[in-house]
């Protein structure tokens, strides 16, 4: 074996050790990265997020097999429409005791079972801190946030701008917590449902909305309405 040929290889050998060194820098670099974006999100916004607001938590049954189909049936095809005239929103609406809460559940699990629910808040006046606005929008980017690194991304990069988005509830924070995170996680997989859901807004607790806030933001009143009647 030549000296031209072992230099070659050893030249070789340093360059695949430096390629390695390298690999491992840029993977401990993400890590770290990583931890401190957690860290961020998780200093930020966990004083105002709740637990207990998901409708399993909340042991909230779905409907009866074979009742509300036509509701059912309505809420799914507009899940399902990516026409440009489909809206973004749909409010559904109706007395209590007509069972919203029932057919929002059979919803949820649902789109659970079939990898596109990103959120849900189920707001319950038997669980008090699920009934304070400040925290719905919060709850609900840190559960879109652990769906997606790339959402996490534009979640930590708001909060780190400005941390104080996260305090009270706001048009500011609906539409960079909320509005935000969902364009997001939109423009993964454009095919995709990208489903949040809200229940029980009626139950919501004003008294906590103070000075400029007392009104709930506004938005999507004109967006698709499904008024429920008891059976």
Known sequence: MSLITISWKVFRLQETLDEINSAYKAQEKEIADEKARRETLHRVLNPHTVGESTYDQQGKLPCQQGTREEVLQTIWGWIHDHSRESQNFLWLTGDPGCGKSAVTATITRKAKDERFLWAQFFI???????????????????????????????????????????????????????????????RLNPERPVLVLIDGLDETNHAHLIGPRRSFPKFSMDSPHIQMQKS
């Open 124 to 186: 319950n006046r038997n669980i008090d801190k699920t009934t304070n606005p400040n925290v719905y929008f919060p709850t609900l980017a840190r559960q879109i946030s652990d769906t997606s690194v790339k959402v996490e991304h534009h979640v930590h990069n708001t909060v780190k701008e400005t941390p104080s988005v996260a305090d009270h509830i706001s048009r500011d924070q609906a539409a960079e917590l909320f509005i935000g995170a969902i364009a997001e996680a939109s």
